[in-house]
């Protein structure tokens, strides 16, 4: 079964730093490209960019450029989204998910709810 | 403001058809295809139509999407309340040089 699967919920403090991941499995992790949306509260879902782990290209969202550093280990798999910094206004519940040909998101994560106090 | 756009909310009764629009640009919808996406709160949203109108293996056929220029819509007859949930599009976007999704539409079975 082709499956993403996140890490567990965070509560941080605005200033922290935050890794969370998305491991892969059923298929051939370093084909495919892996990407990351943000869900804000009470809002719709963001493109904040895309991994390939192959090789390690990045693409962001200018939105998300310098904020965000996605990152990609293919010996276990795992695709990662960290901050350096964060900030209250990170608080979201952010999904991986595996765009197939037709650029559609055919496997998603199940998310990763990150609370950021001030 | 998502750069697509969807009403917030639709319903219906059971048994009954609902539609969903979601109104893009030339740089979006009215030069790439279009996805839907399933999403109950609390788990994975889920794809229900690629490339306008193209369903997964699993959905049912009661969910059939089209687009015309600017605009798509998601229609899903038959309506079951297991079809409560919300309901994204998004399409490809150049100025984004990535997807871009509607705000949602969050449909309920009455």
């Known amino acids: 079964e082709v499956r993403l699967v996140q890490s567990g919920a965070e509560v941080k403090k605005a200033g922290q730093s935050l890794k969370i991941s998305c491991k892969a499995s059923?298929?051939?992790?370093?084909?495919?490209?892996i990407a990351w949306m943000r869900q804000m509260p009470g809002k719709g879902l963001e493109w904040m960019g895309i991994?390939?782990?192959?090789?390690?290209?990045?693409r962001y969202s200018p939105s998300f450029q310098g904020q965000v550093t996605f990152s990609a280990d293919r010996s276990i798999n795992t695709a990662y989204l960290q901050w350096s910094s964060l900030k209250a206004s990170d608080t979201a519940i952010y999904y991986c998910a595996r765009p197939e040909t037709s650029r559609a998101f055919d496997i998603w994560g199940q998310g990763t709810v990150v609370t950021v106090s001030s | 403001q998502s750069v697509l756009t969807q009403p917030p909310s639709a319903s219906e009764t059971p048994g009954q058809r609902v539609t969903i629009s979601c109104s893009g640009s030339s740089s979006n919808i009215g030069s790439y295809t279009v996805d839907w996406y399933q999403h109950l709160p609390g788990t994975a949203p889920k794809l229900l139509i690629y490339?306008?109108?193209q369903r997964p293996s699993g959905v049912p056929d009661r969910f059939s999407g089209s687009k015309s220029g600017t605009s798509a819509s998601l229609a899903i007859s038959g309506l079951q309340s297991e079809d409560e949930a919300d309901y994204y599009c998004?399409?490809?976007?150049?100025?984004?040089?990535?997807?871009?999704f509607g705000g949602g539409t969050k449909v309920t079975v009455l």
């Open positions: 998004a399409a490809w976007d150049d100025n984004l040089n990535g997807p871009v």
């Open positions: 059923g298929y051939r992790f370093t084909t495919y490209w």
């Open positions: 490339s306008n109108n």
């Open positions: 991994i390939y782990p192959s090789d390690s290209d990045t």
